[in-house]
Structure formats: structure tokens, C-alpha cells
Nanobody
Framework: VQLQASGGGLVQPGGSLRLSCVASGSSVRVANVDWYRQAPGKQRELVAGITFAGSTNYADSVKGRFTVSKDNARNTVYLQMNSLEPEDTAVYYC??????????WGQGTQVTVSS
């Protein structure tokens, strides 16, 4: 399984970005896909996730601002990020995990929120 994350960039506080995670080699229909982030000097933390069935979960820090979704036909999971804050600055990673197939990480995409 390979994951390609994209969509990061530089945005002003209050702005929006949409991250994409495209899976190849397997289907997001059969796995849970999570978004993590890691800021400089901090541990990687779970931001949001979507199960194979479409259930979602969010870290308290992003609830109401971020939305995770997926397009099974495109084998892609999205993270829509609104009302971005400087504290959201980090490298964002997608994680594909399945009991049958194992766990895989994407390469990360940098999100910088700054004026």
C-alpha cells in the first residue's frame, strides 16, 4: 500500500486548506484512514480519522473546524481544514490501517499557518 498526501501550504490565520491522501495498492473501503500531525519539537498526534464504514472521529482541538471524508471511487481521503490557527502548523500525515493488511504511512505534507 502506498499513500500520497498533498494539499499543504502556507495560509493566513482563519484560512482554509484541503488535504488529500490517495491510496494505491489497496482500497480505503477496507481500512481505517487517520490524519496525524507533528509540529517541531512535539510528538505526532492524531487529528482525525475515518473508518472503513465511514464513521469519523476528531481531536478536541480541531472539532468544529476540520472535516474528514472519503471518496471510495477515487480511493482518496480528505481533510478539510477551516478556521486555521497558527497552532495547526505541522507536517500532516495520513495513516492507512487494516487488521488484514497492516499499517502504512504517507510521506507528509507541510501546513503553515502564519500572517
Amino acid at each position: 500500500v502506498q499513500l500520497q498526501a498533498s494539499g499543504g501550504g502556507l495560509v493566513q490565520p482563519g484560512g482554509s486548506l484541503r488535504l488529500s491522501c490517495v491510496a494505491s495498492g489497496s482500497s480505503v473501503r477496507v481500512a481505517n484512514v487517520d490524519w496525524y500531525r507533528q509540529a517541531p519539537g512535539k510528538q505526532r498526534e492524531l487529528v482525525a480519522g475515518i473508518t472503513f464504514a465511514g464513521s469519523t472521529n476528531y481531536a478536541d482541538s480541531v472539532k468544529g473546524r476540520f472535516t474528514v471524508s472519503k471518496d471510495n471511487a477515487r480511493n482518496t481521503v480528505y481533510l478539510q481544514m477551516n478556521s486555521l490557527e497558527p497552532e495547526d502548523t505541522a507536517v500532516y500525515y495520513c495513516n492507512f490501517n487494516s487488521l488484514a493488511l497492516g499499517t502504512y504511512w504517507g510521506q507528509g505534507t507541510q501546513v503553515t499557518v502564519s500572517s
